[in-house]
Protein backbone atom coordinates (compact mmCIF):
# COMPACT_ATOMS: atom_id res chain seq x y z
CA UNK A 1 0.00 0.00 0.00
CA UNK A 2 1.20 3.22 -1.38
CA UNK A 3 0.80 6.33 1.36
CA UNK A 4 0.86 9.70 -0.25
CA UNK A 5 1.34 12.86 2.42
CA UNK A 6 0.61 16.42 0.88
CA UNK A 7 1.76 19.72 3.05
CA UNK A 8 2.21 23.17 2.13
CA UNK A 9 -1.42 24.70 1.42
CA UNK A 10 -2.83 28.18 3.32
CA UNK A 11 -4.57 31.07 2.35
CA UNK A 12 -2.55 33.83 0.73
CA UNK A 13 -3.44 36.62 -1.27
CA UNK A 14 -3.49 37.05 -5.29
CA UNK A 15 -0.18 37.06 -6.69
CA UNK A 16 2.21 35.32 -3.88
CA UNK A 17 3.42 32.00 -3.86
CA UNK A 18 2.98 28.35 -2.34
CA UNK A 19 4.84 25.52 -2.54
CA UNK A 20 3.25 22.03 -1.68
CA UNK A 21 4.93 18.85 -1.28
CA UNK A 22 4.28 15.17 -1.56
CA UNK A 23 5.91 12.55 0.05
CA UNK A 24 5.56 8.84 -0.93
CA UNK A 25 5.72 6.12 1.39
CA UNK A 26 5.63 2.31 0.53
CA UNK A 27 6.30 -0.06 -2.00
CA UNK A 28 6.33 2.53 -5.39
CA UNK A 29 7.46 1.61 -8.86
CA UNK A 30 10.45 3.21 -9.93
CA UNK A 31 8.57 4.14 -13.19
CA UNK A 32 5.88 6.04 -12.25
CA UNK A 33 3.85 9.07 -12.78
CA UNK A 34 3.11 11.54 -9.74
CA UNK A 35 1.13 14.43 -9.76
CA UNK A 36 -1.23 17.33 -8.63
CA UNK A 37 -5.10 17.54 -8.93
CA UNK A 38 -7.14 19.64 -7.61
CA UNK A 39 -11.08 20.20 -7.16
CA UNK A 40 -12.98 23.63 -6.42
CA UNK A 41 -15.69 23.82 -4.23
CA UNK A 42 -18.83 22.66 -7.28
CA UNK A 43 -16.29 21.60 -10.16
CA UNK A 44 -15.08 18.18 -11.16
CA UNK A 45 -11.42 17.84 -9.93
CA UNK A 46 -8.75 18.57 -12.86
CA UNK A 47 -5.06 17.46 -13.78
CA UNK A 48 -3.02 20.38 -12.32
CA UNK A 49 0.74 18.81 -13.48
CA UNK A 50 2.43 15.32 -13.17
CA UNK A 51 5.90 13.71 -13.70
CA UNK A 52 7.55 10.97 -14.95
CA UNK A 53 9.70 9.69 -11.61
CA UNK A 54 12.43 7.94 -14.19
CA UNK A 55 12.63 10.95 -16.84
CA UNK A 56 11.54 13.94 -14.75
CA UNK A 57 9.44 14.85 -17.95
CA UNK A 58 6.52 17.06 -16.84
CA UNK A 59 2.88 17.77 -18.17
CA UNK A 60 0.49 20.68 -16.56
CA UNK A 61 -2.44 21.94 -17.81
CA UNK A 62 -2.63 25.42 -20.05
CA UNK A 63 -4.22 27.10 -16.97
CA UNK A 64 -1.07 26.84 -14.86
CA UNK A 65 1.56 26.95 -17.88
CA UNK A 66 4.36 30.01 -17.05
CA UNK A 67 3.08 29.84 -13.00
CA UNK A 68 3.14 26.38 -11.78
CA UNK A 69 6.06 24.68 -11.85
CA UNK A 70 5.88 20.76 -10.45
CA UNK A 71 9.76 18.98 -9.68
CA UNK A 72 11.03 15.87 -7.83
CA UNK A 73 13.34 14.75 -5.00
CA UNK A 74 13.77 11.35 -5.84
CA UNK A 75 15.81 10.60 -3.05
CA UNK A 76 13.47 12.15 -0.72
CA UNK A 77 10.57 10.50 -2.64
CA UNK A 78 8.79 13.41 -2.73
CA UNK A 79 7.46 15.64 -5.46
CA UNK A 80 6.63 19.25 -5.22
CA UNK A 81 4.52 21.83 -6.49
CA UNK A 82 5.71 25.69 -6.85
CA UNK A 83 2.66 27.67 -6.97
CA UNK A 84 3.55 31.38 -8.11
CA UNK A 85 0.76 34.34 -9.32
CA UNK A 86 -1.72 32.55 -7.55
CA UNK A 87 -4.77 33.80 -8.51
CA UNK A 88 -8.53 33.32 -6.81
CA UNK A 89 -9.35 30.72 -9.49
CA UNK A 90 -6.46 28.80 -8.26
CA UNK A 91 -8.69 28.26 -4.60
CA UNK A 92 -9.06 24.11 -4.38
CA UNK A 93 -8.50 21.02 -2.55
CA UNK A 94 -5.24 19.99 -3.94
CA UNK A 95 -4.59 16.35 -4.33
CA UNK A 96 -1.52 14.52 -4.66
CA UNK A 97 -1.64 11.18 -6.62
CA UNK A 98 0.85 8.51 -8.41
CA UNK A 99 0.49 5.72 -10.64
CA UNK A 100 2.56 2.93 -11.66
CA UNK A 101 3.01 3.98 -14.88
CA UNK A 102 4.67 6.16 -16.31
CA UNK A 103 3.06 9.99 -17.84
CA UNK A 104 2.14 10.25 -21.29
CA UNK A 105 0.31 13.14 -23.20
CA UNK A 106 -2.42 11.43 -23.86
CA UNK A 107 -3.24 10.25 -20.42
CA UNK A 108 -1.31 12.24 -17.76
CA UNK A 109 -4.14 13.75 -16.27
CA UNK A 110 -6.56 10.54 -16.60
CA UNK A 111 -7.52 10.40 -12.80
CA UNK A 112 -8.90 6.82 -13.21
CA UNK A 113 -5.24 5.50 -13.70
CA UNK A 114 -4.01 6.87 -10.84
CA UNK A 115 -4.44 4.34 -7.71
CA UNK A 116 -3.77 5.84 -4.73
CA UNK A 117 -4.38 9.38 -3.48
CA UNK A 118 -3.39 11.35 -0.99
CA UNK A 119 -6.30 13.21 1.64
CA UNK A 120 -5.01 16.67 0.07
CA UNK A 121 -4.26 20.44 1.21
CA UNK A 122 -6.52 23.35 1.08
CA UNK A 123 -5.31 26.08 -0.93
CA UNK A 124 -6.96 29.45 -0.92
CA UNK A 125 -5.97 32.74 -2.47
CA UNK A 126 -8.15 35.87 -1.68
CA UNK A 127 -7.93 38.95 -3.73
Known amino acids: QVHLAESGGGSVQTGESLRLSCAAS????????MGWFRQAPGKEREGVATINTITGFSYSASSVKGRFTISQDNAKNTIYLQMNGLKPEDTAMYYCAIKSKGCYSDSWSSQNQFEYWGQGTQVTVSS
Open 26 to 33: GPTNSNSC
